[in-house]
Structures are given as structure tokens and as C-alpha cells.
């Protein structure tokens, strides 16, 4: 479909695009629309905008990321619909690997995924399930050996509620990007970045060029610093505030 930049709706309606062409090329999922869908009507609520929650937990996501020993960025069809060469950078900028890993399984997805990583320049893309996590009986069980079996950090984008419950329970540190601070993800999640993953992905891979810059202790420092159940205190405060300004404003 051929968007007029001038559309009032112009990035919603491109966003969409990008999802919708994943599934018609065959590595998003169907039910990754339904999903966006539900991001999107929670992105309205928040004014379509990142706040200052979303830095704060961004920022210690990525000091996660930068002092683990191996961090995982866990890709789904979402994920490599919407931002596969922010995916690529920001795993490179952190050092850590790049691994597919999908609810609505299959051989074919998991290869497609791949070749949409590689194309956007990533050097290697863990993608075998060669090893099973333990405690979760759908298929992202299976996962690669030299990658989120051995993770001590995960970046979960949109993810289900379950696995983010069992890669805990396997003592890794679990960060989310979720749009609905309510989902079980959300609340279960070490680091929730309550933001869309289309602005959260590129805002991390500029903090990450500069938190590197910064000694090992600095990074500690935000990490133990950082609450996750105030930053969602603040996204509940922030979607409560909005309704009640437009409340008072259609008056
Ligand atoms: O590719 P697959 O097979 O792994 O499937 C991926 C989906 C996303 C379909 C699958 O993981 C799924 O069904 O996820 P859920 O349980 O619907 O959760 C998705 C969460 O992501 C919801 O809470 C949405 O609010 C949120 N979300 C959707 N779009 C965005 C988002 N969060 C951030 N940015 C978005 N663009």
C-alpha cells in the first residue's frame, strides 16, 4: 500500500505495513497483527511518545546487557518485521547474540527469521533448539545451547508471560518490551521497558554507544538503583493522567 508521508497517521500506518508484509513473506506470524493491535491501543494511552519510565529502564537494560557475561536478545516475527537492522546493531553494540526464538513455531519461520537477520548484516543468528528449558511445555522451550541455555541476561520483545516465568526460574535476568504495563510479562520481568519497540530499539543503541563509554562501576550503579515496580507505577500513573486530561478536555 502507498502511504502519503502526510497522512495524519502516517508512522502507525507504516508500522503496520512492515507487520502485514512479514506475514505475507511468511516469517511474522498471523497472530503478531492481533498482538500489534493490542501495543497499539496501549501506544494511544500513552500518547505515542517515550517517557522518562522508558529511558530510565532502557538505560539499565542496557547496563545489563553490557556487563553480563552473555546476553541474549531473543527475536521473534514481531520483532524481525519491525526493526531487523536495529536488532543486528544493538546486538553488536552490546555484544550480545542474536537468537530466534518463537512461540507459533515453525522449521520454516525460525530459517526465515534467519535470513531477515543476516540480511540486515548480523554475523551470526543462534537459531537451532538444540537444547530444551525445562518447565515450559510449548515450543519455545527449545532453545540453543550457546545461547539463551547459557544466558545470564534475555531481551524478551513481546513476549509471553510464561517463558518470561521460566527463563527466571532458570536464575536469568529477564528484560521486556511491552507495551501493556498489566501484561504478566510485564510484571514479572526484571527490566520492563514500556515503550514501542520501534522507538525503544533505536533509543537503547544510542544509550549503549554511551553507557560503554562509562567504567563497569557505573553500570553496577544504575542497575542496583533501578526499581521495576516504580517504573510501572509510573506508566499506570502516566496512562491514568492522560484519560483524565482528555477526560476534562472534551468537556
Ligand atoms: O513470532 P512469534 O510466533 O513468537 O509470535 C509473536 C507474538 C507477539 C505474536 C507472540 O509473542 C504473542 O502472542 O505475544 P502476546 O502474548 O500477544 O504479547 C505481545 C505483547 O506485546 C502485548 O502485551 C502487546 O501489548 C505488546 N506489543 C505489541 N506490539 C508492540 C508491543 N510492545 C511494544 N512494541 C510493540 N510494537
Redesign the pocket.
Known amino acids: 500500500m502507498d502511504i502519503p508521508p502526510s497522512h495524519p497517521r502516517y508512522t502507525s500506518l507504516l508500522t503496520r505495513e512492515k507487520l502485514v508484509e512479514g506475514v505475507r513473506k511468511g516469517f511474522?506470524?498471523i497472530?503478531?497483527l492481533?498482538?500489534?493491535g493490542?501495543?497499539e491501543a496501549?501506544d494511544y494511552l500513552l500518547g505515542e511518545k517515550t517517557h522518562t519510565f522508558a529511558i530510565e529502564a532502557e538505560k539499565t537494560a542496557v547496563a545489563y546487557l553490557l556487563t553480563s557475561e552473555h546476553p541474549v536478545i531473543s527475536v521473534?516475527?514481531?520483532t524481525a518485521a519491525?526493526v531487523p537492522d536495529e536488532a543486528v546493531n544493538l546486538a553488536k553494540v552490546t555484544g550480545a547474540k542474536l537468537e530466534v526464538n518463537?512461540?507459533?513455531w515453525s522449521k520454516e519461520r525460525v530459517e526465515k527469521i534467519r535470513d531477515v537477520l543476516l540480511d540486515s548484516g548480523a554475523e551470526e543468528v543462534l537459531h537451532e533448539g538444540d537444547a530444551e528449558l525445562k518447565g515450559i511445555d510449548h515450543s519455545r522451550r527449545f532453545v540453543s545451547s550457546e545461547g539463551i541455555l547459557i544466558a545470564d541476561t534475555v531481551l524478551v520483545?513481546?513476549?509471553?508471560g510464561d517463558r518470561c516465568e521460566i527463563l527466571k526460574r532458570h536464575g536469568k535476568k529477564v528484560i521486556a518490551?511491552?507495551?501493556?504495563p498489566m501484561?504478566r510479562t510485564a510484571l514479572k520481568a526484571d527490566v520492563t521497558i514500556v515503550?514501542?519497540?520501534?522507538r525503544a530499539f533505536p533509543e537503547m543503541i544510542e544509550l549503549a554507544k554511551e553507557l560503554k563509554k562509562e567504567e563497569r562501576e557505573e553500570m553496577e550503579k544504575i542497575i542496583r538503583g533501578y526499581s521495576n515496580r516504580k517504573i510501572l507505577s509510573q506508566a499506570f500513573t502516566t496512562i491514568k493522567d492522560n484519560l483524565e486530561k482528555m477526560a476534562e478536555g472534551i468537556l
Open positions: 511474522t506470524s497472530h503478531g492481533i498482538a500489534h493490542r501495543g496501549f521473534n516475527g514481531n519491525l518463537i512461540f507459533h520483545p513481546l513476549e509471553d518490551i511491552d507495551l501493556n501484561s515503550n514501542n519497540i520501534v
